[in-house]
């Protein structure tokens, strides 16, 4: 497991450039890789309690949003959290937006979990071949395809998350996002928007006043199934501790003020009743569009 482990956090090519400029991009060093194959380091990493959501809204007769949401530990007492979460969101005005996202979560998850099968649950752990980040980059492409070949001039976003430990890689395009939601009451979105109002904002030929109203405020530079190439932006990250981790469509986050969305996941008993309050409060306040969401917490 120990050299498992070191293989899979190791630093990947620099083909893709973080995010943010606190993604936490460094390999683990060797006493990090022992303690997480031991289960040990800052007060063990015991287990995820994971939730998620989906909801059609209020003037959407269909559900563009697809969810993805495994949970897993790996050994004994010591258990090793695993896990892998997805969101995709149908684009709009392209047809078969139903149907790009669903298979874009399949995809991922198809070839993640048969990729990392054997190498974590197998009987004899065995070093991987590649780092988080690369099996992020060829997941995506996957996904890619699939949504080509399945829906012709369909689309979607897509933002998802490998857990291992106290770890996580993200692969991420569109609009749907990732955040850190803190116990202190503090959130931070972890990825950008691939949108024309969000190239504007930072052009400063937008304020987000604006862009929040702006017309071609759903209008994506970067997809799943647009294009012969896509290029997702994945960076490594230690999960949000004391916190969450949250996954969301912009039938949420569109709607729904940060910090009435850290008050509600803060205030609630488990992740599973936040994402159903998170939905609820996205079509009160006129659900405008399908809603998903998924929540992932680290317990000791």
């Keep these: 497991m120990r050299n498992f482990l070191n293989r899979l956090f190791r630093r990947a090519p ?10 936490a991009t460094a390999p683990l060093d060797e006493e990090q890789v022992w303690d997480l194959s031991e289960g040990r380091g800052s007060g063990k990493y015991g287990h ?33 959290p695993f896990g892998l979460f997805a969101i995709a969101d149908g684009m709009g005005g392209h047809r078969n937006g139903e149907l790009a996202s669903e298979m874009a979560v399949r995809a991922v998850g198809s070839f993640l979990m048969g990729k990392l ?46 857990v291992l430990g ?13 955040y850190a939601v803190y116990r202190d009451g503090r959130i931070k979105a972890l990825t950008k928007d691939h949108s024309l109002v969000k190239r504007l904002q930072e ?67 488990s ?5 159903q309050h998170l939905v609820e409060a996205a079509n009160a306040a006129g659900g405008p569009d399908n809603i998903s969401v998924v929540l992932v917490q680290a317990v000791s």
């Excluded at 620099?14 to 993604?23: C, E, G």
């Design 117 to 162: 099968y054997k190498p974590l649950f197998g009987p004899e752990p065995h070093p991987a071949q590649e780092t988080l980040q690369e099996l992020m980059e060829s997941a995506v492409q996957e996904a890619h395809s699939a949504v080509r070949k399945a829906a012709p001039g369909g689309g979607c976003t897509l933002t998802a998350a490998l």
């Design 48 to 80: 995820l309690i994971a939730g998620s959501a989906l909801d059609p809204g209020q003037r959407r007769d269909n559900n563009e949003d697809a969810v993805l949401c495994i949970n897993a530990s790996l050994g004994g007492a010591d258990a090793l």
């Design 14 to 23: 620099n083909k893709i450039a973080p995010i943010t400029s606190n993604a």
């Design 271 to 275: 992740p599973y009743l936040a994402c």
């Design 203 to 269: 052009m400063g030929q937008l304020t987000e006043e604006e862009a929040a109203v702006h017309p071609q405020k759903s209008v994506l530079y970067r997809a799943l199934g647009q294009g012969s190439m896509v290029q997702a932006d994945i960076f490594t990250s230690a999960l949000p501790t004391p916190g969450f981790l949250m996954i969301c469509s912009d039938g949420l986050w569109g709607v729904v003020p940060e910090d009435d969305i850290q008050r509600i996941v803060n205030s609630t008993s």
């Design 166 to 178: 106290n770890q996580m890689a993200i692969a991420h395009l569109g609009d749907s996002r990732a």
